[in-house]
């Protein structure tokens, strides 16, 4: 079993910053794929950012892309981060870490472990 909890959400002004955090713990060895989702209310959940563990280099949906940073830490837990820059309104969202094992894809319904979810609050 594996467990992820996030933290560092909370509300910004349009153009700030927030670091996210994932730490995964438990039997890590079985996830080698770990991701950021997010839902805004009312809209379908979407893939942020993607990193496969075994050397893969981070993946970025467009809508993010150029303003996020996923990074690893890897020591007695797995940390994932996710650096948000320039956010925007519509960057407004519950943002969870969700992990697989196997390599990663977009489609959420493939994700096997989930976090709680951090809220992200970006105003005009």
């Known amino acids: 079993q594996v467990r992820l909890v996030e933290s560092g959400g909370g509300s910004v002004q349009a153009g700030g910053s927030l670091r996210l955090s994932c730490v995964a713990s438990?039997?890590?060895?079985?996830?080698?794929?770990m991701a950021w989702f997010r839902q805004a209310p009312g809209k379908r959940r979407e893939g942020v950012a993607l990193i496969e563990l075994d050397g893969g280099m981070p993946i970025y949906s467009n809508s993010v892309k150029g303003r996020f940073t996923l990074s690893q830490a890897i020591a007695k837990n797995t940390v994932m981060y996710l650096q948000m820059n320039s956010l925007k309104p519509e960057d407004t969202a519950t943002y969870y870490c969700?992990?697989?094992?196997?390599?990663?894809?977009?489609?959420?319904?493939?994700?096997?472990?989930w976090g709680q979810g951090t809220q992200v609050t970006v105003s005009s």
């Open positions: 438990g039997y890590t060895l079985s996830t080698n794929c």
């Open positions: 969700a992990a697989k094992a196997g390599v990663c894809v977009w489609n959420d319904a493939r994700f096997d472990y």
